[in-house]
């Protein structure tokens, strides 16, 4: 029970909250970059979904001729 009150030892809250600035920031930036690499990953995903299931359209139309 004690370990997490000795961690707590370590917190820095800064007097001056201009300090807070740069670390807003680099939050921002990282947070509008994971939500771009995100909308990313979901259109690629969209487009590779849509591209599968025109090849198992081929695939069907091509076992069905052969039947």
């Known amino acids: 029970m004690a370990h997490w ?10 007097e001056d909250k201009r300090e807070y600035i740069p ?4 939050f921002s930036l990282f947070l509008i970059a ?6 990313w ?10 591209r599968l299931q025109k090849i198992e359209e081929e695939i069907k ?5 052969k039947k």
Not at 23 to 26: K, L, R, T
Not at 41 to 49: P, T, Y
Not at 61 to 65: E, H, I, Q, T, V
């Open 5 to 14: 009150v000795i961690g707590m030892l370590f917190l820095y809250f800064p």
């Open 41 to 50: 990953i979901v259109k690629r995903s969209r487009k590779e979904e849509k």
């Open 34 to 39: 994971c939500i771009l690499v995100f909308i």
């Open 23 to 26: 670390a807003a920031i680099s």
């Open 61 to 65: 139309r091509s076992l069905s001729r």
